[in-house]
Nanobody, 123 residues
Framework: QVQLVESGGGLVQAGGSLRLSCAAS????????MGWFRQAPGKEREFVAA????????SYADSVKGRFTISRDNAKNTVYLQMNTLKPEDTAAYYC????????????????WGQGTQVTVSS
């Protein structure tokens, strides 16, 4: 089992930046693919970004491509999401996810989840 704790959310003006962190414990995160998803009120959880266990491959939702960057530091058991040029439509609860086998965009294929951190972007 792996436990995930997100941090770094907050309130930011449009055009600003935030960096989210996801600290893992329980098992070495280096054995897991890692991802970020988000969920706005009344909407389904949606894929944001993912990174393979080695960090060799990353993928992004079209809506964040060029603005967000996912990275990982396996020595620190931590995954990051750097979010730049934030827009009001990025407002959501952001969730970290881990899985041994998938790095895909379908949320229900991921096994382990954090509790989420709120990101609010004002216009």
């Amino acid at each position: 089992q792996v436990q995930l704790v997100e941090s770094g959310g907050g309130l930011v003006q449009a055009g600003g930046s935030l960096r989210l962190s996801c600290a893992a414990s329980g098992r070495t995160v280096g054995n897991f693919h890692m991802g970020w998803f988000r969920q706005a009120p009344g909407k389904e959880r949606e894929f944001v970004a993912a990174i393979t266990w080695s960090g060799e491959r990353t993928s992004y939702a079209d809506s964040v491509k060029g603005r967000f960057t996912i990275s990982r530091d396996n020595a620190k058991n931590t995954v990051y999401l750097q979010m730049n040029t934030l827009k009001p439509e990025d407002t959501a609860a952001y969730y970290c996810a881990a899985d041994r086998y998938t790095a895909g965009s379908v949320y229900y294929q991921w096994d382990h989840w954090g509790q989420g951190t709120q990101v609010t972007v004002s216009s």
